[in-house]
């Protein structure tokens, strides 16, 4: 039978360290997942961009913005169909056989219109040590359909177990880039008055686009944001958000700022959801000057929240955006079935023969 005194220290734990549910199924990875140790020492933060030496106040124009006319979103997935070992004399070689699935989904919004206007799929062998692998295809078996072809081949000096990894990652958002730079020459889809929304932050590549692109980071990894000013970051209210920062490293500088998304309807606190439920950040080119920045922000206050995913429907809502979610599932689909790709590996090496 519990007592008074057990039941008031079992509430005290919870109240005293503010726990609260994360509401992100299991099987995707933490919204919130801030290590303090993984934090590059290299970043530095300007909190001045916007409004020097003024204090922070969430931000939400109080006149609508002109929007956009037409939103391209862009998205990638990565998967790994089967890890494998190497050995070149006492070395052990640490590769991978990958799929990478990237498109764009076009919104009219002057139609309420989406589709689906690009979708590729590579199949990449990565393999550290300096040691490209060649193309190879995996034979179908008898009762199967078409051949696999792994035909893009890369290398790193380096050779570590996560080196395979880190190759298709970085293979990835180059495709992503060359999609969204293709794209937006094509001049009879895409019109004036875009805005580009590339799923993941911009890591400082270089955007060669006539359009305006920004990042959408919908996992938080990095506290940018310390004190006073992450204060404001946790009282954001759907649809306002911060001032602008600059974020600046030896790769380069971005602007941020971080908003909450998400449906006035559904209050995250009466939810028993954490303070930091559906806060994203948005990543921007740090080479634009201020006026324009601040217009892409208070655009984002209007927008983002339109595309929120709902709970009923997506397990990582609101963060995940609506096109963005249809994408996901097409590009799933066309990279076909991990079992059998991955059973059709594991027959093909055991197959190869082995050197002494």
């Not at 057990?6 to 919204?31: H, K, M, V």
Request: charged residues 25%; proline residues 7%.
């Amino acid at each position: 039978m519990t007592t008074k005194l057990g039941q008031a220290l079992t509430e005290n734990f919870w109240s005293e360290y503010n726990i609260r549910l994360e509401p992100w199924n299991i099987g995707y990875d933490a919204p919130v997942s801030i290590n303090p140790e993984e934090i590059p020492s290299n970043d530095k933060v300007n909190t001045e961009f916007e409004f020097p030496n003024s204090e922070w106040q969430p931000i939400r124009s109080a006149i609508a913005p002109e929007l956009p006319h037409q939103i391209l979103f862009i998205d990638g997935r990565l998967r790994i169909d089967a890890n494998f070992l190497g050995r070149r004399d006492d070395e052990i070689l640490y590769g991978a056989f990958a799929t990478i699935s990237v498109g764009a989904v076009l919104v009219d919004r002057r139609i309420s219109r989406a589709k689906c206007v690009a979708t590729e799929v590579t199949r990449i062998i990565a393999l550290g040590g300096n040691l490209t692998p060649p193309i190879t295809e995996i034979p179908c078996p008898m009762s199967g359909r078409g051949d696999l072809r792994y035909d893009r081949c890369l290398t790193s000096s380096n050779n570590q177990p996560d080196t395979p990894s880190q190759l298709v990652q970085g293979e990835m958002l180059d495709e992503e880039l060359r999609i969204a730079n293709a794209l937006s020459l094509d001049k009879e889809l895409i019109q004036d008055n875009t805005l580009i929304v590339r799923d993941g932050p911009l890591l400082y590549r270089v955007y060669q686009t006539p359009y305006d692109t920004i990042g959408y980071v919908k996992t938080m990894g990095k506290a940018y944001l310390k004190g006073d000013n992450a204060q404001v970051l946790r009282s954001l209210k759907v649809g306002e958000r911060t001032p602008i920062f600059r974020i600046s490293n030896t790769n380069g500088s971005n602007l941020s700022w971080y908003l909450r998304s998400g449906s006035q309807e559904l209050n995250y606190k009466k939810l028993g959801y954490h303070d930091l439920h559906g806060i994203i950040r948005i990543d921007l080119d740090g080479g634009l000057d201020l006026h324009r920045a601040k217009a892409i922000a208070d655009q984002s206050t209007y927008l983002i929240p339109q595309y929120a995913s709902h709970p009923t429907r997506d397990p990582r809502a609101p963060q995940n955006l609506t096109p963005v979610g249809a994408l996901e599932k097409e590009l799933g689909r066309r990279m076909g079935s991990r079992e059998l790709i991955t059973r059709r590996l594991r027959s093909f090496l055991v197959e190869s023969p082995l050197l002494p």
